[in-house]
Each structure stands twice: as C-alpha cells, then as structure tokens.
C-alpha cells in the first residue's frame, strides 16, 4: 500500500502543468473559435445573417458562391490556383537546387544565406509596393502571373531553402559514396538516390510553397493588377458583402487548404511505409 501511495505522488502532475494547460486551452479557443463560429454560420438558410443565432440550416450560400451572385469567386479560384503551383514548382526546384550547392563552400554562399533570411523578415505590404513600383517605372502592367508571381516567390523561397537546409542536415553522405562506388554517375546518384532520400522533405517545401501563395494577401495586393487573386478577393467582398456568403467562401477556401495538406502529410506517410516496409524486408532476408 505504501508502494502504491508513493508510485501515486510520483506519477501526480505539477501544479505548473495544469496551469500551462489551461493558458494553452484559452490560447486554442482564441485562436480557432472564430473560424469554427464562421464555419457554423456558413451553413445558415436564406434568411440568415452574419451573427448569431443561425437562421436555419442548408447549403443555401454555397449555391450563392458557386453560381458567381456575390463576386468573381470563380474567376480568382482559376487565378490562385495556377499560381500556386507555379510557385511550388519554382520555389521546389531552386530550393533544392540552392541546398545542393550550398553542400559546398560556394564564394558569397555567406551573403546569399544572409540576403534570404533578409527577404523573410522584410515586410510584405512594402515589398510588394516596392515590386509594384518597379512595374510600373519600366511600364510593364501588374498581373497574376508576372509581377504577383515574383512577389510570393519573395516569400516562399526563402522558406524553401530554409528547409532545404534542415533536410540536407540529416542527409547521409554515405549514400552517395556507395552510389559512387557502384559505377553511378553523378545525375544517376542525383536522381535515384539523393532525391528518393530526401522526398518527404521535398514534399514538405512543396505544401509550404503551395499554401503560403494560395493564402499570400499583403504581397501580392499591390502586384496582381485587376485580376484578383482569392484572398484579395474575399477582402474585396469584406467591403461591400454582408451576407454568410463570405462565410461560406471561408470555409470552402480552408477546406482547399486542409486538403493540400491532408495530400501531402499522407504521401509523406505512405513513403515512410513503404521505406520500413521495405527495410524489414531486406532484413528479414
């Protein structure tokens, strides 16, 4: 019994722990309550408002969304999207690129890591006026695929590189010797063995460079000319929308983004599957 008490008393939490867990609990509801109060009141009748309580329950304001009653929903959605893979493409390919070559000591390669971690802390309102500006000063027009593409990249690469970084810190050099060893050359190395390694990672910077553009808003307000991009135009609607046809909007936006990430998280899952899969395989022969 006095084994028990004291295995009791030693198995008990601080008081510090409880305390910590109830500022985490107010933080999470700060935080998300107002997101699930808009995903409730997307779901309202004709009659409904932008507050409580719900004026019945349907699908009412998502049938508003699709059919174009409450803005070019449509037209920002075939914008944001394309851009946010030519983002991912772009930001996953130089990512990758600049950790391949930062594995050795480039001349500058200081200046050039110090000059990205810059472009992250520069404030993306005045970045993008500033790209704005230079549009405008060689009398190029702004649009969604020019000027607002070089903006996000501005954002993302640098993030891609960044975990590129932390990526190719894990990575075994080893696999590249024995590679060599066995008469690979260096693209063969490259592409059948250094970039299956590092795929989870690779899809990890390809979810960051797809959802930071997708939701990108302060740099890409001055640079995407008159065709908006999702986020600007769900700002746009804030202005004269006062309907729960911005709340339904919300909610089919986060749905996108909680989608991509379920995509990735589940590839990155199955390729971990398969490689312990794979491994007590081999050892089992």
């Given at each position: 019994?006095?084994?028990?008490?004291?295995?009791?008393?030693?198995?008990?939490?601080?008081?510090?722990?409880?305390?910590?867990?109830?500022?985490?609990?107010?933080?999470?509801?700060?935080?998300?309550?107002?997101?699930?109060?808009?995903?409730?009141?997307?779901f309202?009748?004709?009659?409904?408002?932008?507050?409580?309580?719900m004026?019945?329950?349907?699908?009412?304001?998502?049938?508003?969304?699709?059919?174009?009653?409450?803005?070019d929903?449509a037209?920002?959605?075939?914008?944001?999207?394309?851009?946010?893979?030519?983002?991912?493409?772009?930001?996953?390919?130089?990512?990758?690129?600049a950790?391949?070559?930062?594995?050795?000591?480039?001349?500058g390669?200081?200046?050039?890591?110090?000059?990205?971690?810059?472009?992250?802390?520069?404030?993306?309102?005045?970045?993008?006026?500033?790209?704005?500006?230079?549009?405008?000063?060689?009398?190029?027009?702004?649009?969604?695929?020019?000027?607002?593409?070089?903006?996000?990249?501005?954002?993302?690469?640098?993030?891609?590189?960044?975990?590129?970084?932390?990526?190719?810190?894990?990575?075994?050099?080893?696999?590249?010797?024995?590679?060599?060893?066995?008469?690979?050359?260096?693209?063969?190395?490259?592409?059948?063995?250094?970039?299956?390694?590092?795929?989870?990672?690779?899809?990890?910077?390809?979810?960051?460079?797809?959802?930071?553009?997708?939701?990108?808003?302060?740099?890409?307000?001055?640079?995407?000319?008159?065709?908006?991009?999702?986020?600007?135009e769900?700002?746009?609607?804030?202005?004269?929308?006062?309907?729960?046809?911005?709340?339904?909007?919300?909610?089919?936006?986060?749905?996108?983004?909680?989608?991509?990430?379920?995509?990735?998280?589940?590839a990155?899952?199955?390729?971990?599957?398969?490689?312990?899969?794979?491994?007590?395989?081999?050892?089992?022969?």
């Amino acid at each position: 019994m006095l084994r028990a008490a004291r295995r009791a008393d030693a198995d008990r939490r601080p008081w510090t722990f409880y305390a910590l867990a109830a500022v985490f609990s107010a933080y999470a509801l700060f935080l998300y309550s107002p997101m699930l109060c808009m995903y409730v009141l997307s779901f309202q009748g004709p009659q409904g408002a932008l507050s409580f309580p719900m004026r019945g329950v349907s699908l009412y304001w998502f049938h508003q969304l699709w059919e174009g009653s409450t803005g070019d929903i449509a037209g920002a959605v075939q914008r944001s999207i394309p851009l946010a893979l030519i983002v991912t493409i772009v930001t996953v390919v130089f990512s990758v690129a600049a950790g391949l070559g930062f594995r050795k000591q480039v001349k500058g390669s200081s200046a050039i890591f110090y000059a990205v971690i810059i472009a992250l802390t520069a404030p993306g309102y005045i970045l993008g006026i500033g790209i704005g500006l230079m549009f405008n000063l060689f009398g190029w027009p702004t649009n969604w695929y020019s000027s607002a593409l070089g903006s996000q990249l501005s954002w993302t690469l640098p993030f891609g590189v960044l975990i590129t970084f932390a990526v190719f810190g894990r990575f075994n050099p080893a696999y590249e010797e024995a590679a060599r060893d066995l008469g690979a050359t260096p693209a063969q190395t490259l592409r059948m063995v250094v970039l299956p390694i590092l795929l989870p990672g690779i899809i990890a910077i390809a979810l960051f460079g797809f959802t930071l553009s997708y939701d990108e808003f302060a740099r890409t307000l001055q640079t995407t000319g008159p065709s908006n991009t999702v986020p600007i135009e769900i700002w746009s609607m804030t202005q004269n929308v006062t309907s729960p046809s911005i709340y339904a909007l919300g909610t089919v936006t986060t749905g996108i983004s909680f989608l991509i990430i379920g995509l990735a998280l589940g590839a990155i899952a199955l390729i971990q599957h398969r490689r312990n899969a794979g491994g007590g395989g081999h050892h089992g022969h």
